[in-house]
C-alpha cells in the first residue's frame, strides 16, 4: 500500500486497448486482411517472363534436298525470347505479347543468308463473350477480400467493445471491493467499541463476564471477513490489472490502484424502442452477419456465371523481321550447279549447229532489306512489312455442367442459412438489449431499497445501544444489529455498483460502448 496509483475509469480504458493483447491480435488480424485484399488485386499485375539460351544441332541428312554438307546439317543459333501476359481488370479478358529474337548460324547449302537474325513480335487477346464477361474468380476473390477487410474490421470493434466492457466491469468490482473492505474495517471498530464499552460495564459490575466474551466473538468474526474483503481486493485487483497491464514486467503490478471515479453515477435514462435502435445501428455483430450475406451474394454471382457455356473471342496478330548476311556471289547453287556443265555442253552443240542457246536461268535476288545484321531484322519488324492475324470464337460447352450447379445450388442454401442466422441474431439482441434495461432498473429499485434499508439499519443500532446502555436490551440484539447494519451497507454498496455494471452491460448490448466512452477506432 505504499505505492499507491490513482486510477479514473477513462484511464483504465485507455491503458486496455492499448495493452490488450487480444486487441493487438485483433489489429493484426486487420493488416492481415488489408494484405489478402493486395495480393487478390495483384491477379492483374502484369508477369514478365524471359527465356534465352544457346543451341547447337546436328541433323543427319535423310534427303538429296536436305542442305547438308558430308551427310549432316550443322546450325547452332541463340535465341532470346520475352514475353508480357495479364489479365485485364474489367471484362476478363487476357492479354500476351510475345518477342523473340535469334541469330542463326548454318551450313545449309540452301540459305541465302547466312547468319540470319529472325525476329517476331505477337500480341494476342483472349475475351470472353459469355461466361467471366461481367464477373470471374479474380473479381471475386477482391470482393471477397474486400468484404473480409470490412469483416476483420468489425469483428475488431466487437473486441474493442467487449474489452471496454471488461475493463469497466474489473474497475467497478474492484471499487466494491475496497468499498467493502472499509465497510467491514468500520464493523471491526464498531466491534472493538462495543467491546471496550462491555468490558467497562463489567467491571462496573453491570454486565456479566460472558457478555465480554460475547463482544470478543462479535470481533474475531468481522476480522474474519475483514480478511477476506483484503482477498477479494486483492482477486479484483489482479483481474483489472491483467486486462490494462502492458505485460507480467509491467510496473503496475507493483503498485496498488486506488479507482479516483465516484461511485456514484447517474443511470443511464433510455426507452426500450431507442436503446432497440441503437444496437441495430451499432452492434457489430450485425455488420458482421450483413457482410457474410454480402460475401454469399459475391459467390452466388460467380456460381451462376460459372453455369454458362464458355464463348471466347481470340484474336492475334504479329509481324516478323529478318535480316542477314548474303552469301558470297561465287557460291555455287545447288539447284543449278550440278547441270551447268550441261548447259555449257548444250549450248556449244547449239551453237555448231547454228541454233539458239538454252535461255539463261532467272536470276534470284534477295531483296535490299533483308540484307543487314540484327538492327535491319528490328528495322524490318518495326516497318511491319511482314505481318500476320488470326480471329476467331472458341467455343466450350459441357454437355452437363453439376459440378457449376451443385456450387450455385449450395451458395443459395448457404444464403438462406445466413438469413436465418441474422433473424435469430437479432431476436438475441433484443433479448441482450431488454436484459441490460432490466438489469438497471432492478439495480435502481435495490439501490433505492438498500439505502432505505441502510438508514433504517443505522437507526435500529443506535437505538439499540441507546436501550442497552438504559438496560432495557440484550447484548445479543445490540450485536444482530450491528451484524444487520453491516450488511445493508454492504448490500448499498453492492446496489451502487451493480448499477454501475449494469451500465457498461447496457453500452455493450447497444453496441454504443465506443460513443459513450469517446473512443476512436483506428486500425489502418
Same mark, same amino acid.
Given at each position: 500500500?505504499?505505492?499507491?496509483?490513482?486510477?479514473?475509469?477513462?484511464?483504465?480504458?485507455?491503458?486496455?486497448?492499448?495493452?490488450?493483447?487480444?486487441?493487438?491480435?485483433?489489429?493484426?488480424?486487420?493488416?492481415?486482411?488489408?494484405?489478402?485484399?493486395?495480393?487478390?488485386?495483384?491477379?492483374?499485375?502484369?508477369?514478365?517472363?524471359?527465356?534465352?539460351?544457346?543451341?547447337? /544441332?546436328?541433323?543427319?541428312?535423310?534427303?538429296?534436298?536436305?542442305?547438308?554438307?558430308?551427310?549432316?546439317?550443322?546450325?547452332?543459333?541463340?535465341?532470346?525470347?520475352?514475353?508480357?501476359?495479364?489479365?485485364?481488370?474489367?471484362?476478363?479478358?487476357?492479354?500476351?505479347?510475345?518477342?523473340?529474337?535469334? $541469330?542463326? /548460324?548454318?551450313?545449309?547449302?540452301?540459305?541465302?543468308?547466312?547468319?540470319?537474325?529472325?525476329?517476331?513480335?505477337?500480341?494476342?487477346?483472349?475475351?470472353?463473350?459469355?461466361?467471366?464477361?461481367?464477373?470471374?474468380?479474380?473479381?471475386?476473390?477482391?470482393?471477397?477480400?474486400?468484404?473480409?477487410?470490412?469483416?476483420?474490421?468489425?469483428?475488431?470493434?466487437?473486441?474493442?467493445?467487449?474489452?471496454?466492457?471488461?475493463?469497466?466491469?474489473?474497475?467497478?468490482?474492484?471499487?466494491?471491493?475496497?468499498?467493502?473492505?472499509?465497510?467491514?474495517?468500520?464493523?471491526?471498530?464498531?466491534?472493538?467499541?462495543?467491546?471496550?464499552?462491555?468490558?467497562?460495564?463489567?467491571?462496573?459490575?453491570?454486565?456479566?463476564?460472558?457478555?465480554?466474551?460475547?463482544?470478543?466473538?462479535?470481533?474475531?468474526?468481522?476480522?474474519?471477513?475483514?480478511?477476506?474483503?483484503?482477498?477479494?481486493?486483492?482477486?479484483?485487483?489482479?483481474?483489472?490489472?491483467?486486462?490494462?497491464?502492458?505485460?507480467?514486467?509491467?510496473?503496475?503490478?507493483?503498485?496498488?490502484?486506488?479507482?479516483?471515479?465516484?461511485?456514484? +453515477?447517474?443511470?443511464?435514462?433510455?426507452?426500450?424502442?431507442?436503446?432497440?435502435?441503437?444496437?441495430?445501428?451499432?452492434?457489430?455483430?450485425?455488420?458482421?452477419?450483413? +457482410?457474410?450475406?454480402?460475401?454469399?451474394?459475391?459467390?452466388?454471382?460467380?456460381?451462376?456465371?460459372?453455369?454458362?457455356?464458355?464463348?471466347?473471342?481470340?484474336?492475334?496478330?504479329?509481324?516478323?523481321?529478318?535480316?542477314?548476311?548474303?552469301?558470297?556471289?561465287?557460291?555455287?547453287?545447288?539447284?543449278?550447279?550440278?547441270?551447268?556443265?550441261?548447259?555449257?555442253?548444250?549450248?556449244?552443240?547449239?551453237?555448231?549447229?547454228?541454233?539458239?542457246?538454252?535461255?539463261?536461268?532467272?536470276?534470284?535476288?534477295?531483296?535490299?532489306?533483308?540484307?543487314?545484321?540484327?538492327?535491319?531484322?528490328?528495322?524490318?519488324?518495326?516497318?511491319?512489312?511482314?505481318?500476320?492475324?488470326?480471329?476467331?470464337?472458341?467455343?466450350?460447352?459441357?454437355? $452437363?455442367?453439376?459440378?457449376?450447379?451443385?456450387?450455385?445450388? =449450395?451458395?443459395?442454401?448457404?444464403?438462406?442459412?445466413?438469413?436465418?442466422?441474422?433473424?435469430?441474431?437479432?431476436?438475441?439482441?433484443?433479448?441482450?438489449?431488454?436484459?441490460?434495461?432490466?438489469?438497471?432498473?432492478?439495480?435502481?429499485?435495490?439501490? =433505492?431499497?438498500?439505502?432505505?434499508?441502510?438508514?433504517?439499519?443505522?437507526?435500529?443500532?443506535?437505538?439499540?445501544?441507546?436501550?442497552?446502555?438504559?438496560?432495557?436490551? /440484550?447484548?445479543?440484539?445490540? +450485536?444482530?444489529?450491528?451484524?444487520?447494519?453491516?450488511?445493508?451497507?454492504?448490500?448499498?454498496?453492492?446496489?451502487?455498483?451493480?448499477?454501475?455494471?449494469?451500465?457498461?452491460?447496457?453500452?455493450?448490448? /447497444?453496441?454504443?460502448?465506443?460513443?459513450?466512452?469517446?473512443?476512436?477506432? +483506428?486500425?489502418?
Amino acid at each position: 500500500m505504499s505505492a499507491q496509483r490513482p486510477l479514473s475509469v477513462r484511464e483504465a480504458i485507455s491503458m486496455a486497448l492499448e495493452n490488450n493483447k487480444d486487441i493487438e491480435v485483433a489489429r493484426h488480424n486487420v493488416k492481415i486482411a488489408e494484405f489478402d485484399l493486395l495480393g487478390a488485386r495483384g491477379a492483374f499485375d502484369p508477369r514478365l517472363s524471359s527465356l534465352s539460351y544457346y543451341e547447337r /544441332t546436328k541433323t543427319p541428312s535423310s534427303s538429296f534436298l536436305s542442305g547438308g554438307a558430308n551427310g549432316a546439317v550443322e546450325q547452332s543459333d541463340v535465341t532470346g525470347t520475352f514475353r508480357l501476359e495479364g489479365v485485364a481488370p474489367k471484362y476478363g479478358g487476357g492479354y500476351r505479347i510475345d518477342f523473340s529474337s535469334i $541469330r542463326v /548460324t548454318s551450313n545449309n547449302q540452301f540459305a541465302a543468308l547466312n547468319p540470319q537474325f529472325p525476329t517476331a513480335l505477337t500480341f494476342n487477346y483472349t475475351q470472353p463473350l459469355w461466361r467471366g464477361f461481367s464477373f470471374d474468380n479474380n473479381r471475386r476473390l477482391i470482393e471477397i477480400a474486400k468484404k473480409n477487410l470490412s469483416l476483420t474490421d468489425a469483428q475488431f470493434r466487437q473486441r474493442t467493445i467487449d474489452v471496454i466492457t471488461s475493463t469497466q466491469r474489473a474497475y467497478w468490482d474492484l471499487v466494491f471491493s475496497l468499498r467493502n473492505l472499509q465497510i467491514q474495517r468500520d464493523a471491526v471498530h464498531d466491534s472493538r467499541t462495543q467491546l471496550e464499552h462491555n468490558k467497562r460495564l463489567v467491571t462496573e459490575g453491570v454486565l456479566a463476564p460472558i457478555d465480554v466474551v460475547a463482544a470478543e466473538a462479535q470481533v474475531a468474526g468481522f476480522e474474519q471477513s475483514v480478511y477476506s474483503a483484503l482477498e477479494d481486493v486483492s482477486r479484483a485487483e489482479n483481474s483489472l490489472k491483467n486486462l490494462i497491464a502492458e505485460n507480467r514486467q509491467s510496473e503496475l503490478w507493483n503498485v496498488s490502484i486506488i479507482p479516483s471515479d465516484a461511485v456514484d +453515477l447517474d443511470s443511464p435514462t433510455m426507452s426500450l424502442a431507442d436503446a432497440m435502435k441503437v444496437a441495430m445501428e451499432n452492434r457489430p455483430e450485425l455488420q458482421v452477419s450483413t +457482410l457474410a450475406r454480402e460475401i454469399n451474394e459475391t459467390d452466388q454471382r460467380y456460381y451462376r456465371e460459372q453455369t454458362k457455356p464458355q464463348v471466347d473471342l481470340i484474336g492475334s496478330y504479329g509481324v516478323v523481321g529478318l535480316a542477314g548476311d548474303l552469301i558470297t556471289a561465287g557460291a555455287t547453287n545447288p539447284f543449278t550447279g550440278s547441270n551447268t556443265q550441261l548447259r555449257d555442253r548444250v549450248n556449244l552443240l547449239s551453237q555448231l549447229n547454228a541454233l539458239p542457246p538454252l535461255p539463261p536461268l532467272p536470276s534470284q535476288t534477295i531483296p535490299d532489306n533483308l540484307i543487314g545484321g540484327y538492327g535491319q531484322s528490328l528495322s524490318n519488324l518495326a516497318a511491319n512489312r511482314y505481318d500476320n492475324f488470326r480471329v476467331g470464337v472458341q467455343v466450350n460447352l459441357p454437355l $452437363r455442367n453439376r459440378t457449376a450447379e451443385a456450387q450455385l445450388g =449450395r451458395s443459395l442454401v448457404e444464403g438462406k442459412r445466413i438469413q436465418t442466422q441474422r433473424e435469430q441474431l437479432e431476436q438475441l439482441i433484443q433479448i441482450d438489449v431488454r436484459n441490460a434495461l432490466q438489469v438497471i432498473r432492478t439495480a435502481e429499485s435495490r439501490l =433505492r431499497a438498500a439505502a432505505a434499508a441502510r438508514s433504517a439499519s443505522e437507526q435500529q443500532y443506535a437505538s439499540e445501544q441507546r436501550k442497552f446502555d438504559a438496560g432495557q436490551s /440484550t447484548l445479543f440484539l445490540v +450485536l444482530e444489529r450491528q451484524t444487520a447494519l453491516t450488511t445493508a451497507r454492504g448490500n448499498e454498496l453492492r446496489a451502487q455498483t451493480d448499477i454501475n455494471t449494469a451500465s457498461a452491460e447496457l453500452q455493450r448490448a /447497444t453496441g454504443n460502448a465506443l460513443q459513450a466512452n469517446n473512443v476512436v477506432v +483506428l486500425v489502418r
